[in-house]
């Protein structure tokens, strides 16, 4: 069955340091899937990024934050329908740039969007960084998919002066995460509001 293109618009944010990067060339992937089921898709690579470190100050209003960054990273994320938070793993978690983008964001940005979960383990396909990731995403109240992709060193060839993955497996999973993320986005933007009950009167 042929689904139907989703319009969505999928921010990617990358969160792997290295020159070149296995996490990096992950995401590519999974944006050119989401492209192909007709989603938008933007990436910010913390390669490229300038953010500042995370100023208390402003927790629960970033957009009171006078930094230029930080107002262009927000917008961007307050564009999009969904995202795609991708990292190696560092020291068993996430890396640090990525923890510090997150970190300038609030409830209120994250709520009730739905998220996909990537990155490298290393040596083996270890699960660390996208555990905690999806420990962080429920405490902004996003909707991290169940599907999440961890690949592993060997799941990449070098190529030039960077890597192509190689393993067929990863490319179904991938492409699996990213229908899972749309099939979220169109749920979600869909599903009827649930009416408050009033709380009881005169009741022990």
């Not at 979960?117 to 083996?124: M, P």
Request: with cysteine; glycine share 8%.
């Amino acid at each position: 069955m042929v689904r139907s293109p989703v319009k969505a618009h999928v921010l990617c944010l990358q969160g792997s340091l290295g020159v070149p990067s296995r996490t990096a060339v992950l995401l590519e992937l999974v944006a050119r899937l989401l492209q192909r089921q007709g989603a938008t898709t933007e990436t910010v690579d913390m390669r490229d990024v300038s953010l500042p470190q995370v100023d208390p100050r402003y927790h629960g209003a970033p957009e009171d934050n006078p930094a230029p960054a930080v107002g262009g990273f927000l917008a961007k994320v307050r564009a999009a329908d969904a995202m795609v938070w991708a990292s190696p793993v560092y020291h068993n978690s996430y890396s640090g740039a990525l923890k510090n983008a997150i970190d300038h964001l609030s409830i209120a940005d994250v709520r009730d969007k739905p998220l996909a979960l990537c990155g490298n383990g290393g040596r083996r396909a270890s699960v660390q960084a996208t555990d905690h990731l999806r420990i962080v995403a429920r405490s902004l109240h996003g909707i991290a998919v169940p599907l999440g992709v961890t690949t592993a060193n060997g799941d990449y060839a070098r190529e030039g002066d960077d890597f192509r993955i190689r393993e067929t497996e990863v490319v179904q999973r991938s492409a699996a995460m990213c229908d899972q993320l749309l099939d979220y986005v169109e749920k979600f933007r869909t599903a009827p509001e649930v009416p408050t009950r009033a709380p009881a009167v005169g009741r022990t």
